[in-house]
């Protein structure tokens, strides 16, 4: 069992350090929030006093933060410096592509294996260790992480090399985010063509408008009773981190040259959501700003 330094226990990062602990790995942690340590002590996790002092001793080295920024300065900052030499280091954080492949350079620079290898699936996942995992790297390092990423995951992809994993997420959820948006409309013109919406479901769940946000996250209460329309759109999958997975999305069409019209107006729809009240609600609370915005007929 591998000896694991954990710098990130949040929403995410707490439930996945607690799946290592299970696994039976020694796991010890680090994060700028009290609440968030404790409660990842309370599975067992050691607390250190700063993030070099969580990887010093550590065989592999795990960080789930929020954003490129967070994940460049941990590194450069302290997981550098303080890691023993030629240790693993995997970042299940989401973030743009640039920063994961510069992160991935310094690390082989300096002797170290590294994995991009962010997540989805959510708290639920998380907690449940059903993680779809997508993993950047070479052959070497993803063969010695399996052990690890099994903990905390059930479905784990190696996309290929440096910063991979971060690719095939940020294309993932653009998918996601643009869907989600298709069903919404979908379900608003229904209303207006007083088309009910469970009919609506019955034949689209089954018929060529299937997908996820249909099926399993319905933005309309009642088809699918564990959706977050059904609970005044609580997340689930914060609006505001559905607009930053669409700026990732944007900002790496920008960098390598890809035309993503639909996620650009997506995006749009989504800040104006989160701008305009959306903040802290599910993503599929998008349909209340589709009805309200709707032309008058
Ligand atoms: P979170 O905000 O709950 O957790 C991030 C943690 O990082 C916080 O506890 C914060 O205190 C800590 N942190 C920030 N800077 C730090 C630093 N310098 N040193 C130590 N700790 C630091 O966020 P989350 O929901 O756990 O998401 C983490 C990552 O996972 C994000 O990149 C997010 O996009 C991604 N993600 C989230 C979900 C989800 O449903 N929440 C799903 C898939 C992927």
């Known amino acids: 069992m591998a000896k694991i330094g954990f710098i990130g226990v949040g929403n ?22 009290q609440w968030h340590l404790d409660q990842v002590a309370a599975k067992g996790a ?22 490129g920024k967070h994940v460049k300065d941990v590194y450069t900052s302290s997981v550098f410096d303080a890691a023993k030499p030629g240790v693993l ?26 994995l991009d290898a962010p997540v989805s699936g959510g708290v639920g996942g998380a907690v449940a260790g059903t993680l ?10 993803f063969a010695q992480a399996k052990p690890v990423l099994e903990a905390m995951g059930k479905n784990i992809v190696h996309c290929g090399g440096a910063g991979a994993g971060q690719a095939a997420k940020v294309c993932n959820n ?33 018929a060529s408008g299937q997908c996820w946000s249909l099926t399993s996250y319905c933005p309309v209460p009642g088809p699918v009773p564990t959706s977050p329309a ?12 559905m607009l930053k997975d669409m700026d990732l999305a944007l900002a790496a069409a920008k960098s390598f040259g890809a035309n993503v019209e639909m996620a650009a107006a997506a995006a749009d ?7 305009e009240g959306g903040k802290g609600k599910d993503f599929s609370g998008i349909i209340n700003q589709i009805r309200d915005t709707a032309p008058k007929g």
Do not use: W
């Open 269 to 275: 729809n989504y800040r104006r959501y989160v701008s």
């Open 89 to 114: 280091m995997i970042d299940c954080s989401t973030i743009d592509v640039d920063t994961a492949r510069a992160v991935h350079a310094t690390a082989a620079e300096r002797g170290f294996l590294m």
């Open 132 to 141: 779809t995992l997508m993993v950047g790297g070479s052959d070497a390092a």
């Open 12 to 33: 995410m990062g707490g439930p996945m350090a607690s799946n290592l602990l299970k696994a039976g790995h020694a796991v010890t942690v680090f994060d700028l929030s």
């Open 174 to 206: 653009m998918m996601l985010g643009i869907q989600m948006q298709a069903v919404a409309e979908a379900f608003v013109l229904a209303e207006k063509l007083g088309l009910d919406k469970q009919k609506l479901f019955d034949v689209s769940s089954t």
């Open 230 to 241: 059904n609970r005044d759109y609580a997340p689930g999958f914060a609006a505001e981190l």
């Open 46 to 67: 050691v607390i250190a006093a700063s993030a070099a002092d969580a990887v010093k001793d550590a065989d592999v080295i795990v960080t789930m933060l929020p954003a």
